[in-house]
């Protein structure tokens, strides 16, 4: 697996679109920490830990049938890494959806390093 990011993204765009409650990724720090900004974001149900395997189970919110993930995709990649100060991190749709950004204090949303002025590594937008 080279580029976890873009397949943990892949797979939780490609559950959503088909309607799918949950989504199973490895268990991997990148993927546990991305689960849980994007649980208490409350863009997700819940997180499990797959009893079998060495996975992750994630639960994907859905509001009238219609599901709160409707965009996601990665901004970095491993061969073009997107790094930003803290008074550069763009908005994304006028506040509708977030940025997930690497700080030196963890996997923070674009608002969260604002407010702490942290800049870091722009790993992807979620809407």
Known sequence: MRDSISN??????????????TVTVPKIKINQKIGKV???QGLLNKIENS??????????????DQPLITQIHPLS???????????????????????????SRGILTDR???KLSIGGELLGFVS
């Open 51 to 64: 009893s079998e395997k060495n996975c992750l189970i994630f639960t994907l919110k859905y509001k009238k």
């Open 112 to 114: 969260e390093a604002r």
């Open 77 to 103: 990649r491993p061969g073009c890494r997107v790094y930003v100060p803290s008074h550069q991190i763009p908005e994304f749709c006028g506040k509708l959806g977030i940025i997930l950004i690497s700080t």
């Open 8 to 21: 943990l993204f892949t797979s939780i765009r490609n559950a959503s679109l088909v309607r799918c409650q």
């Open 38 to 40: 994007l649980l208490r």
